[in-house]
């Protein structure tokens, strides 16, 4: 099993910046790629990025640009660096770990509004 805690939401500006955190604990030895989804309310969750163990990242078309994710595996945490975010970003954030054989893991997630 793979436990994961997300951090780093909270309420910006149009324009601003923030970093959202998640943190893994358990069989992670076993994790082949993390990344990060999103969902607003009354819609289906979307991803937003995803890093594999060699780092091969992959984008949604509409956070290219904008939006970088990376992991630091010696502090077991996945970071999503988001920048220039814009009100159509709001939405829970849930970071996510595949693991070998089959595994689909996730987070409780951490609330990102954008708002004037």
């Known amino acids: 099993q793979v436990q994961l805690v997300e951090s780093g939401g909270g309420l910006v500006q149009p324009g601003g910046s923030l970093r959202l955190s998640c943190v893994a604990s358990?069989?992670?030895?076993?994790?082949?790629?993390m990344g990060w989804y999103r969902q607003a309310p009354g819609k289906q969750r979307d991803l937003v990025a995803i890093i594999t163990n060699g780092g091969t990242t992959t984008y949604a078309d509409s956070v290219k640009g904008r939006f970088t994710i990376c992991r630091d595996n010696a502090k077991r945490t996945l970071y999503l660096e988001m920048n220039n975010l814009k009100p159509e970003d709001t939405a829970g954030y849930y970071c996510?770990?595949?693991?070998?054989?089959?595994?689909?893991?996730w987070g409780q997630g951490t609330q990102v509004t954008v708002s004037s």
């Open positions: 358990g069989s992670i030895v076993s994790i082949v790629s």
């Open positions: 996510n770990a595949q693991t070998f054989p089959v595994g689909n893991w």
